[in-house]
């Protein structure tokens, strides 16, 4: 129905910079989202088709390493949500080889200073989840996740009607994220 109601040309205002250039609507269920794409069709890894094919804003890889890259969330929890990958295609944290372990960690550092340098938040979350029932939607290819944090950020959880506001575009995240990058790696 919101979908009908956007693709409605007639009906939808006249698009400003707050509106997502992409018309995304971003939603905290997107699990059942993940879910039900997946279920009784066989579909390519998300991440390692990212991995293969290179930064992009399609992909959504802002940077990439020799064995793993950083990309943007598509379902964000908040503005510049990243998440650290192996490129090689694993659930196993154990598994990883020492030149992964240390590249996905070296990675992390590196998405952290590039969100605390695009966005200067009070906070930030950084976490791995294990298997489905550890909360992760795609349970079969590692991720880090990291969440910039403000203070009252009720945001990051939705309070009302399973409704957040992401007030900026995946096109514009990407483009901080990845001059914040680049500024990082000239010094």
Same mark, same amino acid.
């Given at each position: 129905?919101?979908?009908?109601?956007?693709?409605?040309?007639?009906?939808?205002?006249?698009?400003?910079?707050?509106?997502?250039?992409?018309?995304?609507?971003?939603?905290?269920?997107?699990?059942?989202?993940?879910?039900?794409?997946?279920?009784?069709?066989?579909?390519?890894?998300?991440?390692?088709?990212?991995?293969?094919?290179?930064?992009?804003?399609?992909?959504?890889?802002?940077?990439?390493?020799?064995?793993?890259?950083?990309?943007?969330?598509?379902?964000?929890?908040?503005?510049?949500?990243?998440?650290?990958?192996? /490129?090689? /295609?694993?659930?196993?944290?154990?598994? +990883?080889?020492?030149d992964?372990?240390?590249?996905?960690?070296?990675? +992390?550092k590196?998405?952290?200073? =590039?969100?605390k340098? =695009?966005?200067?938040?009070?906070?930030?979350?950084?976490?791995?989840n294990?298997?489905?029932?550890?909360g992760?939607?795609?349970?079969?290819?590692?991720?880090?996740?990291?969440?910039p944090?403000?203070?009252?950020?009720?945001?990051?959880?939705?309070?009302? =009607?399973?409704?957040?506001?992401?007030?900026?575009? +995946?096109?514009?995240?990407?483009?901080?994220?990845?001059?914040?990058?680049?500024?990082i790696r000239?010094?």
């Open positions: 129905m919101v979908k009908k109601k956007l693709k409605n040309k007639k009906a939808s205002p006249k698009k400003t910079k707050a509106v997502s250039k992409r018309d995304t609507l971003f939603a905290p269920w997107r699990l059942n989202y993940i879910k039900g794409a997946r279920d009784g069709v066989k579909q390519d890894c998300v991440f390692c088709w990212a991995a293969q094919t290179g930064p992009s804003m399609e992909t959504l890889l802002v940077h990439q390493g020799s064995q793993c890259s950083i990309i943007l969330n598509k379902f964000p929890y908040n503005n510049g949500h990243l998440m650290v990958i192996p /490129h090689r /295609h694993t659930a196993d944290f154990d598994g +990883l080889t020492r992964e372990f240390e590249e996905i960690h070296q990675l +992390l590196l998405a952290y200073q =590039a969100i340098r =695009a966005y200067n938040p009070q906070g930030l979350n950084v976490g791995l294990l298997g489905r029932v550890a992760s939607g795609i349970d079969d290819h590692l991720h880090y996740h990291l969440v944090r403000w203070g009252g950020d009720t945001n990051f959880m939705p309070v009302i =009607a399973h409704t957040k506001i992401i007030s900026e575009s +995946l096109d514009d995240t990407f483009e901080k994220i990845k001059k914040a990058i680049d500024e000239r010094n």
